[in-house]
């Protein structure tokens, strides 16, 4: 009798311990599946945010993961050139707007082993009226730097694939984004010149293309030192906006080099002649502008 109780007790032990694993079993796979669970709808969400975040930023991930890139592909690299200048104008025959204006602008450019650089912004203040600000920046990556060969032929010294993005704020405020191909060109007499082709993705108004050409050409006139350079920016028409060309030049002279040899400051003019200003039809921009600009 004891010895059948004992086997009875046995079992039910046995039978209590089966049904206690089985049940931390369950718990176990029901804890393992919530927290499956859970960490599927925190990558869904975060995948959808994610989405929607490209949707609406696309642009300004995309520059700044190619900005991050380069910069932590070439963070010890050496610049082959730069310059930093701070520039002043002051015109009075601006269209759209005041007239009469202040343009403060800080230019950055770079020459790098991958390509080059050129940065600015311009701190526009009208007389009367609100000021804002507009900044362009312009990485050119090396197609001879990317393929390892050298792609020259006659005066084209290379070929880069070329993007800008450019911006303004107040209340016309914009990011319109650019891509595209440019080439650097060897042409004598000419400290550089650059020509660039880019699809133009416009904020506010429909998309184009522009073709751009900038240079810079240094001169003497006995022994003074002289600067005459520029761009030439030409944006084809679309549905809600005219074909525009933006001739913007400057002449200077170093006066600079009165203080010492080393200075690079600058007296001279700029001179903006521009055809359908913003792509309005009809409104021409002819501004002179007395121009003060030093180089760091």
């Not at 796979?29 to 696309?58: D, E, N, P, R, T």
């Not at 001879?144 to 880069?160: E, R, W, Y």
Request: aromatic letters at 16%; a negative charge; charged letters at 20%.
């Amino acid at each position: 009798m004891i010895d059948c109780i004992a086997q009875k007790s046995g079992h039910f032990k046995k039978s209590a311990l089966e049904a206690h694993s089985q049940y931390m079993c369950l718990d176990i796979k029901k804890s393992v599946f919530w927290s499956y669970s859970c960490l599927v709808s925190i990558a869904i969400w975060q995948g959808l945010i994610w989405g929607l975040l490209m949707y609406h930023y696309k642009h300004t991930i995309m520059l700044g993961v190619l900005c991050c890139g380069l910069v932590l592909n070439n963070a010890q690299a050496k610049p082959l050139y730069q310059d930093f200048s701070v520039s002043y104008l002051n015109g009075s025959d601006y269209e759209l707007g005041d007239p009469k204006r202040q343009v403060v602008t800080l230019e950055y450019a770079a020459g790098m082993t991958w390509g080059d650089t050129f940065f600015f912004i311009d701190r526009v203040m009208p007389k009367t009226g609100d000021s804002e600000s507009y900044f362009e920046f312009s990485p050119r990556v090396s197609l001879s730097h990317l393929t390892g060969q050298a792609l020259k032929m006659g005066i084209v010294k290379d070929v880069f694939l070329a993007g800008t993005w450019e911006a303004n704020s107040g209340k016309f405020g914009f990011d319109n984004y650019l891509y595209g191909l440019g080439v650097s060109l060897a042409v004598p007499q000419f400290q550089y010149m650059n020509v660039n082709l880019y699809y133009s993705d416009n904020d506010k108004t429909d998309n184009d293309v522009m073709l751009g050409l900038n240079w810079g050409l240094p001169f003497k006139l006995g022994a003074q030192d002289f600067l005459y350079d520029g761009f030439v920016d030409w944006s084809s028409r679309a549905d809600d906006h005219a074909a525009e060309m933006n001739f913007t030049s400057q002449l200077k002279w170093n006066a600079g080099k009165l203080i010492s040899p080393e200075t690079r400051l600058y007296l001279g003019i700029e001179y903006a002649l521009w055809h359908n200003k913003f792509g309005i039809k009809d409104v021409d921009e002819r501004n002179p502008s007395i121009l003060i600009k030093y180089h760091f």
